[in-house]
Nanobody, 117 residues
Framework: QVQLVESGGGLVQAGGSLRLSCAAS????????MGWYRQAPGKQRELVAT???????KYAVSVKGRFTISRGNAENTVNLQMNSLKPEDGAVYYC???????????WGQGTQVTVSS
């Protein structure tokens, strides 16, 4: 029903920046929340940031002030600007879309982010 594709992951030194992008396609409900989650080795997936269709954002405490989530200029896209990256930010980052008034959640395949010290 919904396909999500992430891009922009890679290797960066601590203190550097990366910009992740997610493009969604399929059938959408107007009211939705898109977000980024990450999963580090041996850890469960955790919320990084979310943004509603109206532009309201939420951030994990660990990334607040360093990461910025935004809707892209193209429809059904979301970006995550990551600045001042730390080694502990290293993880597979997943794009997600949630429909509060529709069927469940959809996930992208994930993009690897590695931060070297």
């Amino acid at each position: 029903q919904v396909q999500l594709v992430e891009s922009g992951g890679g290797l960066v030194q601590a203190g550097g920046s990366l910009r992740l992008s997610c493009a969604a396609s399929g059938t959408f409900f107007s009211i939705n929340v898109m977000g980024w989650y990450r999963q580090a080795p041996g850890k469960q997936r955790e919320l990084v940031a979310t943004i509603t269709n109206t532009g309201s954002t939420k951030y994990a405490v660990s990334v607040k002030g360093r990461f910025t989530i935004s809707r892209g200029n193209a429809e059904n896209t979301v970006n995550l600007q990551m600045n001042s990256l730390k080694p502990e930010d290293g993880a597979v980052y997943y794009c997600n879309i949630h429909f509060p008034y529709g069927p469940g959640d959809y996930w992208g395949q994930g993009t690897q982010v590695t931060v070297s010290s």
